[in-house]
């Protein structure tokens, strides 16, 4: 049933996509600047994530400083964001704004139905510089980030108090800690993403670039899956399955908390989200006890870890553009953001929104800010959606030891190639 | 028979009961998480039973604060006018294509089975189009129209009407009866069954209608509930599993008392049309 949603949501991607290019949406860059006048008229956001639940009543200042603003904000279904504006862009019923994720927002950019961002708006120094390129194509800015997060090494802090050892700093201690994990009765020493499809792909990412090597060219006009550099990041990620010291069946999904309370796993490379998870399920008292987070550990070029961004992008043909920029100029503002972060949990894009005592005194986060620093993003190319997801899926012949790590990134190449880069 | 084989009677309905409980299981999983807090679901995901079955939390927050009220209803009018629409149209066009001869009948029933055969997410785009052209985005009129006639129903009416003997048709006829007294009055009373699998079809298809009802709607209000349980099962970098899980007893239920009042359609229309 799901795979049948997938196809069906791919054709409807794929139809759109093809659609709105041929309107020939060409992106242009305008030099427009946006006054300080408070905005006016009838604003639409679309925004999918249970964001668009909290956001109504977040904006209340917004809307009694702009007296004769009227913001409109429809939920969307995440995972069929992309599908219902892609749509929307063909027929030409677009809303004014909209927040895209970092992961899937390459093939709505292609479309080149998003304003570029006015001078002056923002300042891209004041972003993370990963979350911010993410939206800048050939020079120009076509969207600006609003929340950020970089994956982090999170590990059982009682275990590795117990076998006296701090967090791994590099590939070689990465090992050794898992090895010791299993001296302190965890069963598998870490959790490896296995089982995701494109998110497994989107950790390898991190690999990769951990190894001074990257899945496309540096211009972004061609795949280089198959590189040496790849492959022996592979090998690396594959020989914690064939040294026993991750399972190639798990944690899954909502295996993941379980199987990291009950010692199954005693570390894994994962987003700052599951801090809360834990706390749900555990209370804060056993997270304040038993959780601790480093940036992930080093390879021959250094620590990278994978970022994830959401932005805020204005359509070209919306109603209401001044207002929608107005809007985005608000929600990044550092301490609009630091408010965000208070009210809802998502993390600041905007770097001195961290200096912040609700941000800064947690503990957890503090690696989450430094890996921000230098965290990666998927390719940022349409076909990456296709590629991502069957490099994801061979990566489990490699878990599974069913290919070497040069058989399946040869593979995948051959896919990729055929798949291009899309535009 | 079966009466002769006491065992084997017996070993059979083991097996049956044995295969329905494995069928059943997920759903009760289902059933008893709509009961369930996040933390619980988070610290035991396969667990089964929930601390405490009278946790109606998860149901209070679908109707209090995620608008599900306004969702169902919706997705009631969707369905109702789906239903109405498509056994009116459908068993006139069945009708028609079996019992009124005309030129071209042929090429028009043709054109229904390649519709049928066309995969609807083809459409999908140019549909959108179509409603925007004709000024029905963001409203439930929108939503219903591309379904009003499914090429499957107007081909279930046809086959039935098929086998309605043309002699009856005939005699009234030679009593002076219209075509519409003959349909109305000779034609609908026979095709009973028939209209009740359209219907149940029609009714399915419409109330779990997914991608189109989402593009359609602009905003929340013209949301169906299919659509309305993906947003509201949303949280913060997760997914509220309680209120998923509690979102979709809400979205069963209707099928489900509607399964128990017409069981024996719902095996007719599976075995007519191999749809589930």
Not at chain 1, 8 to 36: E, P
Not at chain 1, 234 to 244: I, N, R, T, V
Not at chain 2, 44 to 67: I, K, M, V, Y
Request: charged share 15%.
């Amino acid at each position: 049933m799901k795979s049948t949603n997938r196809v069906a949501r791919r054709a409807v991607l794929i139809g759109a996509s093809a659609l709105a290019a041929s309107l020939g949406l060409a992106a242009t860059a305008h030099a427009q600047t946006i006054d300080d006048a408070p905005a006016s008229g009838v604003l639409q956001l679309w925004i999918g994530g249970a964001e668009g639940e909290k956001l109504p009543s977040f904006l209340a200042d917004f809307e009694k400083a702009n007296p004769e603003l009227k913001v409109e904000i429809t939920q969307i279904p995440s995972d069929q964001f992309d599908a219902k504006l892609l749509t929307a862009i063909a027929a030409g019923t677009v809303p004014d704004l909209v927040r895209l994720y970092s992961q899937s927002q390459a093939s709505l950019m292609a479309t080149g139905a998003f304003a570029a961002v006015p001078e002056g708006l923002v300042k891209a120094e004041d972003f993370f510089p990963g979350a911010y390129a993410t939206s800048v194509k050939g020079g120009v800015a076509y969207g600006v980030p609003m929340d950020a997060y970089a994956t982090m090494f999170q590990y059982r802090k009682d275990l590795a108090d117990k076998a006296g050892l701090g967090a791994p700093k590099t590939w070689d201690e990465m090992k050794a800690f898992a090895k010791a994990m299993q001296g302190q009765g965890a069963t598998w020493g870490l959790g490896m993403d296995i089982g995701y499809d494109i998110y497994n792909a989107q950790g390898l990412n991190e690999y990769v670039h951990q190894n001074g090597g990257g899945l496309l060219s540096a211009d972004g006009t061609q795949w280089t899956i198959n590189s040496d550099a790849n492959v022996a990041a592979l090998d690396y990620w594959g020989s914690f399955f064939s040294e026993g010291l991750a399972s190639p069946d798990g944690p899954k999904f909502l295996d993941t908390v379980p199987w990291f309370t009950s010692n199954e796993i005693a570390g894994k490379d994962i987003g700052p989200w599951f801090e809360q998870w834990l706390v749900d399920a555990n209370g804060r008292e056993w997270v304040n006890a038993n959780l601790a987070t480093a940036i992930m550990p080093a390879g021959p070029a250094g620590s990278v870890s994978a970022l994830g961004s959401g932005s805020l992008a204005v359509l070209k043909d919306g109603k209401n553009p001044t207002a929608a920029w107005k809007l985005v100029r608000y929600m990044t503002q550092p301490e609009t953001q630091v408010a965000w972060y208070k009210y809802f949990g998502s993390l600041p894009a905007v770097k001195a929104a961290w200096d912040d005592p609700a941000i800064a005194a947690n503990g957890l986060l503090n690696a989450q800010r430094e890996a921000l620093q230098t965290a990666v993003d998927v390719p940022q190319v349409s076909t990456w959606n296709q590629v991502g997801t069957y490099l994801g899926q061979q990566m489990e012949l490699v878990a599974r030891g069913q290919a070497t790590a040069k058989q399946v990134l040869d593979d995948v190449q051959a896919f990729a190639e055929s798949a291009g880069v899309g535009n | 028979m079966s009466g002769k084989h006491p065992l084997r009677t017996a070993l059979l309905y083991a097996a049956l009961t044995l295969v329905a409980a494995i069928v059943l299981m997920p759903f009760v999983w289902v059933l008893f998480g709509a009961f369930k807090t996040q933390g619980e679901i988070m610290a035991a995901p396969g667990a089964w039973l929930p601390q405490d079955f009278s946790n109606l939390a998860n149901f209070a927050e679908l109707f209090e604060r995620r608008q599900f009220g306004t969702y169902m209803g919706n997705s009631l009018i969707v369905s109702a006018f789906t239903v109405a629409s498509n056994v009116l149209f459908s068993s006139l066009a069945g009708y028609a294509l079996a019992k009124l001869p005309f030129k071209g009948s042929k090429l028009v029933f043709g054109c229904i089975l390649a519709a049928m055969m066309i995969p609807y997410i083809a459409l999908f785009v140019p549909q959108f189009f179509i409603i925007v052209q004709f000024g029905l985005v963001n409203t439930l009129a929108g939503i219903v129209l591309p379904i009003a006639v499914m090429p499957i129903a107007v081909f279930i009416m046809r086959q039935f009407a098929d086998s309605v003997p043309d002699e009856l048709l005939e005699a009234a006829r030679l009593d002076g009866a219209g075509e519409f007294r003959i349909f109305f009055g000779i034609f609908l009373p026979l095709v009973g069954p028939a209209i009740a699998t359209v219907a149940i079809i029609t009714f399915l298809n419409s109330w779990n209608y997914f991608l189109w009802p989402l593009i359609v709607a602009q905003d929340q209000g013209t949301y169906t509930l299919p659509v309305g349980l993906a947003v509201a099962s949303q949280a913060a970098r997760s997914i509220d599993y309680g209120l998923l899980l509690a979102g979709a007893i809400v979205v069963l239920l209707p099928v489900l008392i509607l399964f128990l009042f017409l069981q024996k359609y719902f095996v007719r229309g599976v075995a007519v049309t191999g749809l589930k």
